[in-house]
């Protein structure tokens, strides 16, 4: 069964930083374009990360210059490391497979006081 799990989500204060993991398996992830989203307010997804199978990335505005999208191949893994992070980033991450539409559960990311 394929499955995209989440680990790193947590909580944090104002300026800290996460890192999200995303652990792949059951399907041919190394030329499969990545993406990391999340919940907005309306409960739709905005998409804040992505990364080709050869390593291009590309960010959302709210987040260029912050977070960090990579992957490992031979690890079957992808990564979203946030740094000073805000409240407004507070919500659910998942992270998708872009071709194959696979997503993951989701994990929580609260940046409070």
């Known amino acids: 069964q394929v499955q995209l799990v989440e680990s790193g989500g947590g909580s944090v204060r104002p300026g800290e930083s996460l890192t999200l993991t995303c652990q792949i398996s059951k399907f041919y992830f190394d030329s499969e374009p990545m993406e990391w989203y999340r919940q907005t307010p309306g409960n739709q997804r905005e998409l804040i990360a992505a990364?080709?199978?050869?390593?291009?990335?590309t960010y959302a505005d709210s987040v260029q210059d912050r977070y960090r999208i990579s992957r490992d191949n031979r690890r079957k893994t992808i990564t979203l490391q946030m740094n000073k992070l805000k409240p407004g980033d507070t919500t659910l991450y998942l992270c998708h497979a872009k071709y194959y539409n696979y997503r993951s559960q989701g994990t929580q990311v609260t940046v409070s006081t």
């Open positions: 990364i080709s199978g050869d390593h291009a990335e």
